[in-house]
Structure formats: C-alpha cells, structure tokens
C-alpha cells in the first residue's frame, strides 16, 4: 500500500503554527515512506471561507517548503460527488429524511438539559413513515448511525479507543438547501483522494468515530487515523492570540527562519531521542508516527529563538544580506547601496553570531550603514571624554598613513601605539568602538574597521573627535 496523506485546513483564518504542524507531520510521514502528501481546502464553510485565508495558507505553506506533491483541491468545488454519496446511502436505508423544524429542535435540546441529558437528536424521523412529512418542511438527511454495540478506533497515536454507540445520534450529513456537512464531504474526499493516513489534531478525535461509522457504511476503508495532541502556550493552557503571534506569517515577518520553524515544530509532540539541531532531510529518515506524544506539547518561544539563532549563525552571507534588505532600505529609506552590501559581507560571520532573529541582525549591523555623524548611546558618549578623544587625535595621523587596511595589520598598529604611550590596549580600542560604532559593545573593532575601510573609518574618528 502506497501511503497518501493530506493537509486539510478551512479557510476561515490564516495558517496557525498548529496546522503547520500537522501539514510538517503529514509531510514528514509521506516523504519518510515514499508517499504521497496531499492538500485539500475544506471550503464547505461559505460564509467564513476567504480568498484572503486560502491565499495566506497557501504562501505559508510554501515558505515552509511544505507545498503538497499535487495541486490544492477544493472541498467546495465536490459538493455535487457528496451529495451522490449521501443519495446512495439513503438507497442503502443508511441513511434518512428528517423534518423536524427548529422549533422542535429546540424544545428536544431544552428536555435534554432539563433530564440532565446530552442534547442529541432524539430519532424522531429515524423509522417514522415520510408521508407523514409535514407540508412546507425540506428536510435535512441524516446517517442512521447503529445503536447498539461500540465503534472501536485503532488509532496510531491515542491507542485503541473505544465509544458506545449509543453515546452517538443521528448526525446530519445533508442540509435542508441541499448543501453537504463537513462531517460527510471529509469521509468522501478522503475517499476519493485515496488517503490512507489522516494525521490530524485530537480535536477531531470524537469525529473519527462517525466517520468510520460512515466509512464502513459505503464498506470503504477508513484511513488509518493518527490524532495528534493540540499545542499549549506557555502556562500550559490551549494555545490563544493572548500567548503571541499564532499566524505562520507572522513568524517569518518576525524574523525566524523557515528551517528553524519546521526544525521546532519537529520537537513539539515529536522527538529522536535528545536530538534537537537537525536537518529536514534527518527528520524525514527518522520519522515515525509511533514516535509522536500523547500528551499535549507547550511552545517555548524562547527556545524557538535559541534554535532560529543557530540556523542564523549557519547561514550563508548571501543569504542573510538578502532576508536583511528590506529592513535596512526600510531604516535608511533608499536602496541598499554596494558600498554598504560590501562592509556587511565583511562584518557577517561576527554579526551573525550575536542574532536570534532577522530584525535583531539589522539592528546589531546598525552602525554598519548609519548615516555620518553617529549617534552615541549614553554609555558610548561616557567613554568619549577629553582623554579619549585626546588618545583618537594621536591615533588618527598614524591610522591615516597605513597603507595596508587589514584587521591584522591595524590591531598590530593600534597595540604598537598603545605601547608607545604606554597605556593598556583597552584605553584605545574602547574609544575607538565608541567613535566607530556609537556603542559601547559590537563586533571586534579592528575587523569593523577594516570592513567600513579607511576613509568611513578615519571620518568617523574626526566625528567623535569633534563631538
């Protein structure tokens, strides 16, 4: 059997980080068993359904390089195949007419409450004779769902689970406007679309039990389900808006790299051992679904930092400079120039280290491409007084007449002129990162010189000089 899984979210919102990981997990055991991962818009909700909404599932999807190996299909765009198979189990007596009016609806929930019962359908219209159908009234079609015995559930996650039947009414499979239920049109899709495995969140757990019910109904074979747990925030409540920015975009616009997303939702539920640093091509061998928690994960942001800091530091220069430009021409208000491209290309590997996200690199390279003259930080000015500025006037004639500008060569320099006046190396270096940097802190300041170059260097000294 050749495994087919699916991604099947509605269109009612945008790709949350607990739907991406379960496209990352039905993708993962598809391409862990050479199969096939598939993706369905289940758009049956017409009033909540949004272009808006597909089109910010389908870009989040593909920024995490978890596109599905054929074209989208449209759970809508089927409806005429659903209402087929609702037709065939009333053939079958599966299924029946059902006409009460929501008045009667109403007072059947009201006498439940007041019994202290679960509010079902009672089966009024189960075995009741159609032609005593009341004039004026379409009817809804129900599944005529056993009563007796257990519906027993072989899932690949919770276990065996099993629920009796008759804590299970009558559920609706077509409206009264002749519109199919998400219950039915995700049993025929799944169906038709062949799938095999259906990963999913364990919020649909209740609904795999009349699903199979209706699977077995048509004698189709139901998927093998595998129900997920839901991911918490961090004070172990269901994750919320309250808990941060839930949207998939919202991550990428904050600055986290896509393998870094994908490398964290791996561990949230799942795990190899103590692996926490590895590559999807690693993911895709050693996943299994046996391996996926029971138990509900909680999303650590600060570990997902941690883990996008890495995958930052691992990144190429070009890569970076790329995912940084739009910020900095941001910032700066015009076009990243050369000049700027070319002190970032040589400052990357230091700057890089020091970053968790895409916007905390912009801002550690800020000194990079600001504007002369720099704006010193409180703590960069204290260290600009009289005496510094007096030690830079005496450094700059010697820095002006170096003929070889490179990290080397200048720290050999500067430690030969601290010598000279007989003063500790850091008497020099620490005014020289104040002036070239505005900060107290950054990089090592013999390798930003030699990446700003002389004559941005030897400015930004006659700058602070003058301050």
């Known amino acids: 059997m050749s ?4 991604f099947a979210p509605s269109p009612t919102g945008f790709l949350h980080i607990g739907g991406a990981r379960t496209a990352l997990f ?16 289940e758009d049956t909700d017409r009033k909540r359904s949004t272009a808006e909404a597909i089109n910010a599932i389908l870009t989040g999807l593909d920024w995490l390089g978890l596109s599905p190996d054929e074209e989208p299909s449209y759970q809508f765009s089927q409806r005429e195949r659903h209402v087929e198979v609702v037709t065939e189990l009333l053939a079958r007596g599966q299924a029946y007419r059902c006409y009460c009016t929501p008045e009667e609806l109403a007072e059947m929930r009201e006498k439940a409450r007041a019994e202290k019962r679960s509010a079902r359908y009672d089966g009024t219209w189960r075995d009741r004779d159609p032609a005593d159908a009341p004039a004026g009234i379409d009817p809804v079609i129900r599944f005529r769902a056993p009563q007796d015995g257990e519906t027993v559930l072989a899932d690949a996650v919770q276990g065996t689970v099993t629920v009796a039947n008759s804590e299970m009414d009558d559920l609706i499979m077509l409206r009264a406007d002749g519109t199919p239920t998400y219950m039915l049109s995700v049993i025929v899709d799944d169906h038709d679309m062949g799938v095999t495995h259906a990963i999913r969140g364990d919020d649909h757990l209740t609904n795999a039990f009349r699903q199979t019910q209706i699977f077995r109904a048509m004698d189709w074979e139901p998927p093998v389900y595998a129900h997920i747990p839901l991911i918490h925030g961090p004070d172990g409540a269901k994750l919320s808006k309250r808990h941060g920015a839930l949207g998939i975009e919202a991550y990428r616009d904050m600055g986290y790299l896509p393998e870094a997303v994908l490398n964290y939702l791996c561990r949230l539920g799942w795990s190899h051992g103590d692996d926490e640093f590895f590559s999807m091509d690693q993911a895709i061998s050693w996943f299994d679904i046996a391996h996926i928690n029971k138990g509900a994960s909680r999303i650590d942001f600060e570990k997902l930092a941690n883990l996008n800091a890495k995958y930052i530091d691992a990144s190429s220069t070009d890569r970076l400079l790329e995912l940084m430009t739009p910020g900095i021409e941001e910032k700066t208000g015009q076009p990243l120039s050369d000049d700027i491209r070319g002190r970032l290309d040589a400052g990357m590997d230091s700057l890089k280290s020091r970053a968790q996200t895409i916007p905390q690199l912009i801002d550690k390279s800020l000194f990079y491409f600001s504007n002369r003259p720099l704006y010193y930080n409180d703590k960069a000015r204290k260290i600009l007084d009289g005496d510094s500025k007096s030690r830079l006037t005496s450094l700059l004639p010697k820095l002006a007449a170096a003929e070889d500008w490179t990290q080397d060569s200048l720290e050999e320099l500067v430690k030969s002129y601290a010598a000279e006046i007989d003063e500790k190396l850091g008497k020099i270096a620490q005014p020289l990162r ?3 940097t505005g900060s107290n802190v950054s990089p090592g300041i013999f390798e930003i010189a030699a990446a700003l170059g002389k004559d941005e260097t030897l400015g930004r000294i006659e700058d602070a000089i003058l301050a």
């Open 3 to 6: 495994v087919v899984t699916r």
């Open 26 to 41: 039905n993708w993962l055991y598809a391409r862990h068993t050479g199969g096939k991962y598939l993706l369905r818009i």
């Open 434 to 436: 104040a002036a070239l």
